[in-house]
Nanobody
Framework: QVQLVESGGGLVQAGESLRLSCAPSGRTFSSYALGWFRQAPGKEREFVAAITWIGGRTYYADAVNGRFTISRENAKSTAYLQMNSLKPEDTAIYYC????????????????????WGQGTQVTVST
């Protein structure tokens, strides 16, 4: 497992943007894919987006498709989540996670796929 560190969260107004970053703590690492998940108070952790390191295939939840963009910088083992047109319902703790196992487009959306997780970063969107 690798320690992951998220950054870039904060408080913004509806319609504004934020960019989250996820990087390994201490060293670069190789994995199959990195995913972003979020958890709002009282709700289960849900899939947001994922990207494969090789090929850069991307996957998005319906709720964020067209507003969020996931990208990666392989040399730094760093991934980003650009969040535009934020809505109050996007308010949550956002977590990044990594998996070394090649999985299909359905399984990549599940939390149990990922072995390494960050501590999360708070995103709050006000009206």
């Amino acid at each position: 497992q690798v320690q992951l560190v998220e950054s870039g969260g904060g408080l913004v107004q509806a319609g504004e943007s934020l960019r989250l970053s996820c990087a390994p703590s201490g060293r670069t690492f190789s994995s199959y894919a990195l995913g972003w998940f979020r958890q709002a108070p009282g709700k289960e952790r849900e899939f947001v987006a994922a990207i494969t390191w090789i090929g850069g295939r991307t996957y998005y939840a319906d709720a964020v498709n067209g507003r969020f963009t996931i990208s990666r910088e392989n040399a730094k083992s760093t991934a980003y989540l650009q969040m535009n047109s934020l809505k109050p319902e996007d308010t949550a703790i956002y977590y990044c996670a990594a998996t070394g196992v090649a999985v299909n487009s359905r399984v990549i959306r599940t939390t149990r796929t990922y072995e390494s997780w960050g501590q999360g970063t708070q995103v709050t969107v006000s009206t």
